[in-house]
T-cell receptor, first 114, second 115 residues
Framework: AQKITQTQPGMFVQEKEAVTLDCTYD???????LFWYKQPSSGEMIFLIY??????QNATEGRYSLNFQKARKSANLVISASQLGDSAMYFC???????????FGAGTILRVKS | DGGITQSPKYLFRKEGQNVTLSCEQN?????MYWYRQDPGQGLRLIYY???????QKGDIAEGYSVSREKKESFPLTVTSAQKNPTAFYLC??????????????FGEGSRLTVL
């Protein structure tokens, strides 16, 4: 069964610094996708970035990058130049190729300090 | 604009009452999902549907029911059998083609409180 683990319940980062949010996963399917979502206090879920298991390069989207280490089964999110608006809950999620659902980790609350 | 609309945004219910949460999408997506989120926790899958007139139980289906009579609509009923229904409920949809990212598109959520 697929499983997602986020070991950091909460993180603080100084404005303008970079921060890494950890995510490890477990699956027996060789083909899968990894996702990161942001959830502000309003509750909406905002898609940030996607990494396919066969992608050769780490995914990047603006200030977001995904540090994909397949052998270690980790998919850490790196946010560069943190902004106050980055304060939110962040979820890592995975979907197996032959699966039809997204499984989420418990989330990490990020607080950006000015 | 295309998107997912959930209603109501806030809902209060007395114990023993059934309540139905609405979810409508105009993205022409085949797949739709219901997730439950408790405070400080991740999302847990309640039910999902890949096509009209078909749906499957997720990880925490007990006490919930759904229907999928139309592609655009996937309502969730929280029944009196659900022991702890107070939570934030999120509806989502996705195109089935995994060649796309398989990204889920979410509604803004419905917050249910049992009094």
């Amino acid at each position: 069964a697929q499983k997602i683990t986020q070991t950091q319940p909460g993180m603080f980062v100084q404005e303008k610094e970079a921060v890494t949010l950890d995510c490890t996963y477990d699956t027996s399917d060789p083909s899968y996708g990894l996702f990161w979502y942001k959830q502000p206090s309003s509750g909406e879920m905002i898609f940030l970035i996607y990494q396919g298991s066969y992608d050769q390069q780490n995914a990047t989207e603006g200030r977001y990058s995904l540090n994909f280490q397949k052998a270690r089964k980790s998919a850490n999110l790196v946010i560069s130049a943190s902004q106050l608006g980055d304060s939110a809950m962040y979820f890592c999620a995975m979907r197996e190729f032959y699966g039809n659902k997204l499984v989420f980790g418990a989330g990490t609350i990020l607080r950006v300090k000015s | 604009d295309g998107g997912i609309t959930q209603s109501p945004k806030y809902l209060f219910r007395k114990e023993g009452q059934n309540v139905t949460l609405s979810c409508e999408q105009n993205l022409n997506h085949d797949a739709m999902y219901w997730y439950r989120q408790d405070p400080g926790q991740g999302l847990r899958l309640i039910y999902y549907s890949q096509i009209v007139n078909d749906f499957q139980k997720g990880d925490i289906a007990e006490g919930y029911s759904v229907s999928r009579e139309k592609k655009e609509s996937f309502p969730l009923t929280v029944t009196s059998a659900q022991k702890n229904p107070t939570a934030f409920y999120l509806c989502a949809s996705s195109p089935p083609d995994f060649a796309n990212t398989g990204e889920l598109f979410f509604g803004e959520g419905s917050r249910l409180t049992v009094l």
